[in-house]
């Protein structure tokens, strides 16, 4: 391996970065080598802000994409190649406020009737039920679930940070069914070897295959369940920090965001989701 890509995996690591992160960094750094077909140690910052003035205009590259690349670029400049960048020569964009295209009740529910799989539909239940991210997901243990105190705890989450969420009743009965079938030991949703958990790949094909068979053309990946537990928990009336502490926000300014994109916020006393899909069907 390339002594220069190794460096920057081992800082990467001792910053403790996630492995999405790390390989979205190195991904970044090698186009930049690859744009001028040399080592990126060697390049002036002229050329940097080239390149990212390049994937901007030409390639079209959103404001999120080339503030990821800003980042990989610092990191491998200041703590590899030890030659940090100026804020002037790389400065971030603006971010964008965009309004994701939030599924309504009647599409989730269709959405999760067209996965019939009965390994993949109770996973897609459960990030709706939840609100949980995929890569929260796919790292549930059977252990992480106790009926009894009705929690569910999210281990090394995003910020490597734990939480407990709510076990809802609907949720439990959907994964009664699902015990039935699988009886999993030890992930609670395992790969085709039980010793190694399902891929997130795996359920986003799942979960694409599914929008296409209902015909859903808005877009987004399974992401749009867990916008959709939140914009639906805020109508029912789902007090702001509870909602903030289910999806693991850090700073309630990213909850408030649901705010501006939900118009009617209704009050409620049951937050259980999937029971009320199951009496809207009925």
């Known amino acids: 391996m390339n002594p220069l890509r190794q460096k920057m995996i081992d800082w990467m690591i001792l910053k403790g970065y996630a492995n999405a992160t790390q390989k979205s960094y190195l991904y970044h750094v090698s186009l930049l080598a690859r744009f001028y077909h040399q080592s990126p140690e060697r390049l002036t910052e002229d050329e940097v802000q080239s ?3 390049h994937c901007y205009k030409d390639k079209h590259w959103a404001f999120s994409t080339c503030r990821q690349f800003i980042h990989a670029a610092n990191c491998f400049f200041s703590h590899v190649a030890k030659k940090p960048l100026s804020t002037t020569t790389l400065p971030f964009p603006a971010t964008e406020q965009k309004i994701p295209e939030l599924l309504n009740r009647t599409e989730v529910r269709r959405l999760i009737a067209a996965c019939t799989n009965k390994k993949y539909q109770p996973a897609l239940k459960l990030v709706y039920a939840t609100g949980v991210r995929l890569s929260e997901l796919v790292k549930l243990k059977v ?4 009926g009894e105190s009705n929690t569910i705890r999210i281990v090394n989450a995003k910020g490597h940070k734990d939480r407990l969420i709510e076990f809802p009743e609907g949720l439990k009965k959907c994964l009664r069914t699902y015990w039935h079938y699988y009886h999993p030991l030890n992930w609670l949703f395992y790969s085709r070897h039980r010793e190694q958990p399902l891929s997130r790949s795996t359920i986003y094909c799942a979960f694409k295959k ?16 867990r916008h959709a537990y939140a914009s639906h928990e805020l109508e029912a009336g789902m007090p702001l920090p509870r909602l903030q502490q289910q999806l693991g926000h850090s700073d309630i300014r990213t909850t408030l965001r649901y705010t501006r994109w939900v118009k009617n916020i209704k009050g409620a006393d049951s937050f259980d989701l999937l029971s009320t899909l199951e009496q809207d069907e009925s």
């Open 51 to 53: 390149y990212l003035l």
């Open 210 to 225: 599914a929008k296409k068979a209902v015909g859903i053309k808005k877009v987004g990946g399974v992401h749009q369940l």
């Open 143 to 146: 252990q992480d679930l106790d």
